[in-house]
């Protein structure tokens, strides 16, 4: 089953803070978030494994509850390169295929 | 060092043709997943290739094909297009058939439009 991503779009001014959930009705083994920016492949952000902890790199930083099968992606004094349509991909065991839910319009603006 | 690549990157067909498309993975990579991303949507996985093998498939017809040859290398290929099939259709490549902590890397696709 497709996870389900909230909120489906968000707007920011440079130096909010957003999150974005994403939501699975099925155990989980690991979360995947990616970024796509128009007209561009979709980039790796970070992968969150079932037992691990919160991970994150520079601003971008995300976690994992397991009780409720949803992951959080937490960015903080967003920048305008932060723009795009994040992903969510959900894998419920180890090899599986990721499906992705349907995505978080994000726009940062000055 | 050579990431994901797709070819080609625009295709227009008619209704009823078949199309091939070509994905080379990234070096190092042995692993290759496609994906069709519909217009505002999430990508969808078609199947995965790993030592020249189907080894998963998504919820997709037997129309959609694929083949992954000794050099890693893919192709998908569509038969009996539908206007349905009008999608951006992305190659994903990774390292070892669940390896832990495998990133997929994605190509920049290519756009089909099926009229």
């Known amino acids: 089953q497709q996870p389900v991503q909230s909120p489906q779009a968000v707007i920011l001014r440079e130096g909010e803070d957003a999150v974005i959930n994403c939501s699975s009705s099925k155990a989980l083994y690991s979360v995947h978030w990616y970024r796509q920016k128009h007209g561009e492949a979709p980039i790796f952000l970070m992968i969150?494994?079932?037992?691990?902890e919160q991970k994150g790199h520079d601003k971008i930083s995300a976690s994992f509850n397991e009780k409720k099968q949803q992951s959080s992606l937490y960015l903080t004094a967003s920048q305008l390169s932060y723009s795009g349509t994040y992903f969510c991909?959900?894998?419920?065991?180890?090899?599986?295929?990721?499906?992705f839910g349907g995505g978080t319009r994000l726009m940062v603006k000055p | 060092d050579a990431g994901v690549t797709q070819s080609p990157t625009h295709l227009i067909k008619t209704r009823g043709q078949q199309v091939t498309l070509r994905c080379s993975p990234k070096?190092?990579?042995?692993?290759v997943s496609w994906y069709q991303q519909a217009l505002g949507q999430g990508p969808q996985f078609i199947f995965q290739?790993?030592?020249?093998?189907?080894?998963q498939r998504g919820n997709f017809p037997d129309r959609f094909s694929g083949h992954q040859f000794p050099n890693y290398s893919s192709e998908l290929n569509v038969n009996a297009l539908l206007l349905g099939d009008s999608a951006l259709y992305l190659c994903?490549?990774?390292f070892g058939q669940g390896v832990l902590n495998s990133p997929l890397h994605f190509g920049n696709g290519t756009r089909l439009t099926v009229t």
């Open positions: 290739y790993y030592e020249e093998e189907e080894r």
């Open positions: 969150l494994l079932k037992g691990g």
């Open positions: 994903a490549s990774s």
């Open positions: 070096s190092g990579h042995d692993t």
């Open positions: 991909g959900t894998e419920w065991m180890a090899g599986n295929m990721l499906t």
